[in-house]
């Protein structure tokens, strides 16, 4: 089965700090995607990024950067100079490799970090 | 472009009652998903469509049914509303295919209060 473990339940920290939201996984499968969502207050959902399981490159846009490790099952993301309006839930999310061309992915969550960033 | 749309977006039920919670794409893409967010929880799977005329259970099916109507279409019905039900659903889409890694697309929810 699958599993992922975000730690942080809350966050808080003053604008202009460094962020990082750690995020550990389990899954048997040798193959996977990783993903980020945001949840802003007004609730919808809203991706961020996905990582494949053969690709172990740390990835950066602009404030966001996310570090993958395949050896330790983590996928940390961190926010540079953070901004009020970074102030969200974030969750980490791990789906199953599509074999087959009908195959749907069933997305597994962690129970979310909840960050404030204070003015 | 409207993505994902979910109706309706606040609803309030009395223990017993029915009610189905509707969900559209317009992206074109095969598979369709509903989830439950409850607090300290995460999203949890219901039920999911890999495609057209093909439905499956997802970690928590119990006290749900599922119709997926036509290619864009996904619902979900709640036959006999328990105040365990209360929560806010999403529904989510995705392509697929082979080593696909298009995400899966939400609405923006329906918050479900049961008395």
């Known amino acids: 089965a699958q599993k992922v473990t975000q730690a942080q339940t809350e966050i808080s920290v003053v604008e202009k700090e460094d962020v990082t939201l750690d995020c550990v996984y389990e899954t048997r499968d040798t193959t996977y995607y990783l993903f980020w969502y945001k949840q802003p207050p007004s609730g919808e959902l809203v991706f961020l990024i996905r990582r494949n399981s053969f690709d172990e490159q740390n990835e950066i846009s602009g404030r966001y950067s996310w570090n993958f490790q395949k050896s330790t099952s983590s996928f940390n993301f961190t926010i540079t100079a953070s901004q009020v309006v970074d102030s969200a839930v974030y969750f980490c999310a791990l789906s199953e490799w599509p074999f087959s061309s009908g195959s749907a992915r069933q997305l597994t969550f962690g129970s979310g970090t909840q960050l404030t960033v204070l003015p | 472009n409207a993505g994902v749309t979910q109706t309706p977006k606040f609803q309030v039920l009395k223990t017993g009652q029915s009610m189905t919670l509707q969900c559209a794409q317009d992206m074109n893409h095969n598979s369709m998903y509903w989830y439950r967010q409850d607090p300290g929880m995460g999203l949890r799977l219901i039920y999911y469509?890999?495609?057209?005329?093909?439905?499956d259970k997802g970690e928590v099916p119990n006290g749900y049914n599922v119709s997926r109507l036509n290619k864009r279409e996904f619902s979900l019905r709640l036959e006999s509303a328990a105040p365990s039900q209360t929560s806010v659903y999403f529904c989510?889409?995705?392509?697929?295919?082979?080593?696909?890694?298009?995400?899966?697309?939400f609405g923006d929810g329906t918050r479900l209060s049961i008395l």
């Open positions: 469509s890999a495609s057209e005329g093909t439905t």
């Open positions: 989510a889409s995705s392509s697929t295919g082979v080593g696909s890694n298009q995400p899966q697309h």
